[in-house]
C-alpha cells in the first residue's frame, strides 16, 4: 500500500468533488448524524471535535443541541462550504491523523464516513483518543458491506460486470470496506484503548427517480469510490454506466 501517495490522492479528491457532494451523498449521509451525536452522548455545552465535517453537517445539528463545536476537515474546498452555511461556527483545515488540538481537549469526538478514506486509520483513531477527556466518547460511523450498502454497492459491481479494471494512476489504499465487517471496527477501536466498544447496523432506504440520478450524484460528490469509473476512458465509462442502469433495473 502506497500510504503517502494515497493520503495525497484522498485530500485532492475532496477538493475536486466537494462542490456536488450535496447532490446526493450529503443527503444520504445526513441520515446518520443523529444517531451518531447520540452514540457519543452530544449534549449542551459539551467539547465536540467533528472530524472530517465536509460541509458542516454533524457540526450543525451538534450546535443545535448546545455543544461548543470545532469541525475540522482535510479539504479546503470542504472548510469554505462548512464556512458559508455555518458562519457562527469554528471550521479548520487539518488532517485526521494529526489533530492540531490538546489532549483531552473534548467530551466527545465525532467522524461520519472517514474512517474508510484515511491510509492509516489506527493512527487516527488514536489521535481521537488522545484529545478526548477522560469518560467520554468516540463514535464513527463506516458503510456497510457492498452487498448491503446498495448506493455504493451497485458501482462496484457494475465495475466488475464491466472488466474494468483500476486505472495505475490511482494510488492503492487501504480496503473500502475493511471495517464493514463489525469485527475489525471493534477491533480498530479497542486497539486505540477504547472500552465499551459497540458496533451497530443502522439500516434505511433512500428513493432515487432513476439510475441516471444515482450515477450522476455519486459520481459527481464522491472521491476514492467512483475514481476508478471516472479516470477510465469515456468508452469504458459508457460500458459501466450500461451494467449499472442493467444492476438497477433488475
Known sequence: MDVDPFR????AEWERQA???DELLGRVTSRLVDPLL?????GDADRVLDVATGPGYVAAAAAARGA?????????????????RHPGLDFRQADAESLPSADASFE??????????????????AEFVRVLARGARVALTAW?????????????????AAGASTPTDIPRGPDFFRFSHDGEFATLLRGAGLRGVTVETI?????????????????GGSGRMTAPIRRQPVDTQDRIRAELHRLVAE
Open 8 to 11: 495525497a490522492f484522498e485530500a
Open 19 to 21: 462542490g456536488g457532494y
Open 38 to 42: 447520540d452514540a457519543a452522548d452530544v
Open 68 to 84: 461548543q463545536v470545532v469541525g475540522f476537515d482535510v479539504a479546503d474546498a470542504m472548510i469554505a462550504l462548512a464556512r458559508a
Open 108 to 125: 466527545a469526538v465525532v467522524a461520519n464516513f472517514v474512517v474508510m478514506h484515511l491510509g492509516r486509520p489506527e493512527r487516527a483513531v
Open 144 to 160: 456497510d458491506v457492498p452487498q448491503m450498502a446498495r448506493l455504493l454497492g451497485v458501482f462496484v459491481d457494475a465495475l466488475a
Open 203 to 219: 439500516a434505511f432506504g433512500y428513493r432515487l427517480a432513476s439510475a441516471d440520478e444515482l450515477w450522476n450524484g455519486v459520481l
